[in-house]
């Protein structure tokens, strides 16, 4: 009983997947058959179901975190879930959504003050004003990569973004 107190605790936290949930146990000295003996009967029940966190898994980050689908591959990965689950889940990400999930991150960034004036700068010299221009385009396709949108669809964005605010996108290219 023990043990499925231990997983019950934890399951009231949040949703887990069954590999954590068996890292954890084990970690608190469970050995292996009991802990298999509980999971086998939490996803006899439906408390612990690896589909059914992963569809949650994606729809939350990706919502509430703004991570795009590289990233959240990564982190269903380290938390034991099958590539198979892990793909269904993250195919109920439309390519517009995650798009559209870049584009508000940009121009979520491109209202901090630092960013506006590094590019509203009154520069005269067209090197040094595309120079300043491309080291904006740098930070936020990084932003961007960091959490996981592919780094074709974030030069797309950023560009996009750029012209909508009226600065010279000319020569951004991936």
Known sequence: MQAKDAALRLLTDRARSRVELEQRLAAKGFTDEIITSVLDRLTEIKLVDDRDFAHQWV???HTY?????????????????????????LDMIEPEDERERARELV??????????SALNEEIEDPRERR??????????VSMLARRGFAQGM?????????????????????
């Open 59 to 61: 729809r939350s980050r």
């Open 65 to 89: 975190s703004g991570r795009g689908k590289q990233a959240l591959r990564t982190e269903l990965r380290t938390k034991g879930i099958d590539p198979v689950l892990a793909t269904e889940a």
């Open 107 to 116: 121009v979520k960034k491109l209202r901090a003050p630092a960013l506006l």
């Open 131 to 140: 120079a300043q221009r491309d080291k904006v385009v740098r930070k936020l």
């Open 154 to 174: 974030a030069f797309d964005v950023v560009r996009t973004e750029l012209e909508a605010l009226g600065n010279d996108s000319e020569g951004l290219e991936y």
